[in-house]
């Protein structure tokens, strides 16, 4: 099992920037993947940036992409953290955010497979 735990988040206006963090620990199997996904009211869950804990490659979706940047560092033995550092937000990037954990990675979409999910932060940018 994996354990997600997250904290950022809140509002800010259209140009700001707000900071998201995931401290993940429990089975490295499960958390092969990291990211996080938003979810807006009556729209589907989507996929926004992710990072490989193998090589640390990377996926933005490209909505996000050069205004998103997703990192990591080692907390300690068997845990680290998830960043997602949201730069130039717009109005549409408004949802709930939440970080994710899973066993697989893809280079083309990110987080799939078997998915662990974070209780989820609100973001809202007014325009």
């Known amino acids: 099992a994996v354990q997600l735990v997250e904290s950022g988040g809140g509002s800010v206006q259209a140009g700001g920037s707000l900071k998201l963090s995931c401290t993940a620990s429990?089975?490295?199997?499960?958390?092969?993947?990291m990211g996080w996904f938003r979810q807006a009211p009556g729209k589907e869950r989507e996929a926004v940036a992710a990072i490989y804990s193998g090589d640390g490659g990377t996926y933005y979706r490209d909505s996000v992409k050069d205004r998103f940047t997703i990192s990591r560092d080692n907390v300690e033995n068997r845990m680290y953290r998830v960043y997602l550092d949201m730069d130039s937000l717009k109005p549409e990037d408004t949802a709930m955010y939440y970080c994710?954990?899973?066993?697989?990675?893809?280079?083309?979409?990110?987080?799939?497979?078997?998915?662990?999910w974070g209780q989820g932060t609100q973001v809202t940018v007014s325009s």
């Open positions: 429990g089975s490295t199997y499960m958390r092969n993947c």
């Open positions: 994710a954990a899973a066993t697989d990675w893809y280079i083309d979409r990110g987080c799939a497979g078997q998915i662990t």
